[in-house]
Structures are given as C-alpha cells and as structure tokens.
C-alpha cells in the first residue's frame, strides 16, 4: 500500500501522526456521511406523510428504523470488525449506506422508505463499529480522547448538514440530489484502502489469559463502571431524542415559526461540535471524570427547566444549554468505553458495539417513549425526569470519582 511504503516519522509515543490524520479524516468523514443521511428525513415528513397517507405512527416508525438497524446490528458489526478487521467493517458500512440511501431514492412506498432508512441502520452500525475500533487501535491512550472527539464532532457535524440536506431534497426531489451524495460513499470505501490497515486487537499482556469475547463482554457488564458508562452512553441519547421532539413541538406553541425552530437546532449543534471537539483534550489531560460531571450537571439544570421557560427566545437559550452540556458527554463516555474494553480484554470492535448499542436505545426511547410520555404525563413530566436523571447521574460520578479515575488513561 501507497501509505506503508515510504518510511515515515513517528512520534514519541510510538504513533505515525501522519498516518493517524489520514484515519481521523477518513472516519470523520465516514460518520459525518452517515449522521447526514439519518438526520435528512426530519424535513422530508411532512412531503412523505401527505404522499404516502401516513399517520403519526407511520412518520414516528419511518424516522426510528434508521435506529432500530443500529441496535440490531451493533454487535453483529462488532464481531465482524473481530473477524474481519475494522477496515473490512467500515467497507461494508459505507456500502450499506451507498444502496439503502440510492433505494431511498428511488422508492415510493411505506416498505421500501422504512426498510431503506432500517439498511442505513444497519450500515451505520457497521460504519461505526469499525471506524471507532480502528481510532481506537491507531490512537496512542494519552491521545484517545482527542481522536475520539475529532469523529464525535464530525458526526455532529452531519446532524446539522442533514437538514438541509433534506430540506433541498423536499423542494428538488429525492432521486438526483441524493444519488450524487450516496456516490461519496462510495469514494470513502476506496480511501479506507489507502490507510495503513490496522491490528486486530490491542496487543495483549503475554502474561494473561487469552479471554473470548463473550467472557470480556461477561466481564464489563459485570462491573458497575461499566454499567455505568453504558448507561452514560444512553442517557444523552434519550435526553437528545426527547429534545428534538417536544423543542420543536414548544417552540412553535410558543410563537415560533418554522425558520426559527430550524436555526436553533442548527445552532445547537454547531456548539455540540465545537464541545465535542474540544471536551476531547481535557479527558485526555485531566481524565474522563471532569468532562462528564460538568456535562451531565449542565444539560440536566438546564433541562430541568425547559417547561419554565417563559418565551422561545428562553427556551432556545434552554435548547442551546441542553445540547451543549450533552455534547460534552459523548467523547469522555465512548473513551470511557474503549478504556474499559482494554481493561477487560475486550475487543475495541465489540465495545464499539456495546457503545451503539446504548446509543441506539437512548433514542428509541426518547424520541419514541419521551413523547408518548409527554402526551400522558406533560412535558414537564418528560424534562423533570430527564433533569433528575442527568443530575443524579453527576452526583454518582463525582461521589465514585475514583473509579472513574482509576479507568482514565490521565
């Protein structure tokens, strides 16, 4: 390979940087393709509904198939990244999104549309189990947080490009506008030939036991920290999936029009990725355990008073605080993660699975059962509870802070 021919400076800690920054590019864009194509349909509802006669439930399935193919196939991904490699994973991915996205193209039916969005799911699970895992194995430990939040904010960068991605669609058609960004998928699978291929694994202590899969996975689950962070990895995702379901919906009971409910969660996620990318750095140097006290604790005050809000320019200042402090979260938890996978003897493929795993179901569960709730109980029901939840969870952190510390590279 052209990557592997040359020889190339390496760093102290034993890393090629110039190899690494073509990985952070290649996975960057990798995630940032995928989290376009699951955040495009939001705009497109409105146009499929009165085309399709869908009722709220069909919108509602429609929209939680992409997640429902990520929480199917996660771990499956996993194991084939273990099989496989990483690079194989993220090839398969990347050709999942490039045929389910052209199918959505091209179909006109409720089938066709869900199981083309269910087939994105399942190729974002692949995307991702790879891409992850391959950071993970190239990335020095001390540098794992940093790497990780570079991909985080790409992927955030998606949520905020696909809207209007959708957006353009709704008003040129689906067909020509989303073949020609599908092909780029396609480039991606070539590129990931182009960087050095990664190990298979963490090279492991000679003196321990070799552990199978099913033991580590035993293990991790077996520990509280573990539980823990998976639970971490959930909680954001519920919290942003009821987010983007009752903001929208209060905003516009309070006065708000369309444009306006759209550039606040655009600009919500432009200060999503600017956190993510920067909350990087600090896990590396200080540890996950500070990151991710101040997140929860910011996103769960501010949460908590999202129904107190007494005008949509409060509650988009609400909004913007919310999204902030749960984009603060995401790069400690999945470095967590992988922390915690080293120490069990796990495969960095199969906790990228466990990680969207949790992902996956964080947002089932909010965007589908946080507005279920909120028509039974109210919105403050939904947002208190939320509130309670992010908070409590920083006040465990801060009380176990050092098991937390113990399982941070810092």
């Known amino acids: 390979m052209a990557a592997a021919s040359t020889p190339q400076a390496v760093g102290s800690d034993g890393a090629d940087p110039r190899e690494l920054r073509r990985l952070v590019l290649l996975v960057g864009a990798a995630v940032l393709i995928d989290t376009t194509f699951y955040a495009v349909v939001a705009p497109l509802l409105p146009q499929l509904s009165h085309a399709l006669h869908l009722s709220k439930?069909?919108?509602?399935?429609?929209?939680?198939?992409?997640?429902?193919?990520?929480?199917?196939?996660?771990?499956p991904g996993g194991y084939l990244a273990v099989a496989l490699g990483p690079r194989v994973a993220l090839s398969i991915g990347l050709g999942l999104l490039f045929a389910s996205t052209v199918a959505f193209a091209l179909l006109h039916s409720t089938?066709?549309?869900?199981?083309?969005?269910?087939?994105?799911?399942?190729?974002?699970?692949?995307?991702?189990?790879?891409?992850?895992?391959?950071?993970?194995?190239?990335?020095?430990?001390?540098?794992?947080?940093?790497?990780?939040?570079?991909?985080?904010?790409?992927?955030?960068?998606?949520?905020?490009?696909?809207?209007?991605?959708?957006?353009?669609?709704?008003?040129?058609?689906?067909?020509?506008?989303?073949?020609?960004?599908?092909?780029?998928?396609?480039?991606?699978?070539?590129?990931?030939?182009?960087?050095?291929?990664?190990?298979?694994?963490?090279?492991?202590?000679?003196?321990?036991?070799?552990?199978?899969?099913?033991?580590?996975?035993?293990s991790l689950l077996g520990r509280p920290l573990g539980r823990g962070a998976l639970w971490m990895m959930a909680l954001p995702a519920m919290a942003a999936g009821s987010l983007t379901v009752l903001g929208s919906l209060r905003l516009h009971a309070l006065g708000a029009g369309a444009g306006v409910i759209g550039a606040t969660f655009i600009g919500a996620s432009i200060l999503e990725t600017a956190t993510s990318s920067g909350v990087g750095v600090v896990s590396d140097r200080r540890g996950r355990l500070a990151p991710l006290i101040v997140a929860f604790s910011v996103a769960g005050a501010a949460i908590a008073c999202f129904s107190a809000a007494p005008s949509a320019v409060a509650l988009v200042a609400v909004i913007a605080l919310s999204t902030a402090g749960l984009g603060g979260a995401w790069t400690p938890v999945m470095a967590l993660l992988a922390d915690l996978s080293e120490g069990v003897g796990l495969d960095q493929a199969l906790g990228a699975g466990l990680m969207n795993v949790a992902w996956a179901t964080g947002q089932i569960l909010g965007s589908g059962g946080g507005g279920a709730l909120a028509r039974l109980a109210g919105d403050a029901t939904v947002t208190l509870l939320l509130g309670a939840c992010l908070l409590l969870t920083a006040a465990v952190l801060t009380r176990h802070r050092g098991a937390v510390l113990t399982a941070s590279p810092g």
């Open 111 to 218: 089938l066709g549309l869900d199981t083309a969005r269910f087939c994105e799911g399942v190729g974002g699970a692949f995307s991702w189990d790879g891409g992850v895992a391959w950071l993970v194995l190239a990335a020095p430990a001390a540098r794992r947080g940093t790497v990780i939040g570079q991909a985080v904010s790409a992927a955030i960068a998606g949520s905020v490009a696909g809207p209007a991605v959708g957006a353009l669609a709704s008003a040129t058609g689906r067909a020509a506008l989303f073949i020609a960004l599908a092909t780029l998928a396609l480039v991606l699978v070539l590129a990931t030939w182009l960087v050095r291929a990664p190990a298979r694994r963490l090279e492991p202590d000679p003196s321990d036991p070799i552990v199978s899969p099913r033991r580590a996975i035993g």
């Open 57 to 75: 439930l069909g919108a509602g399935v429609l929209t939680a198939c992409y997640a429902a193919g990520m929480l199917l196939a996660s771990l």
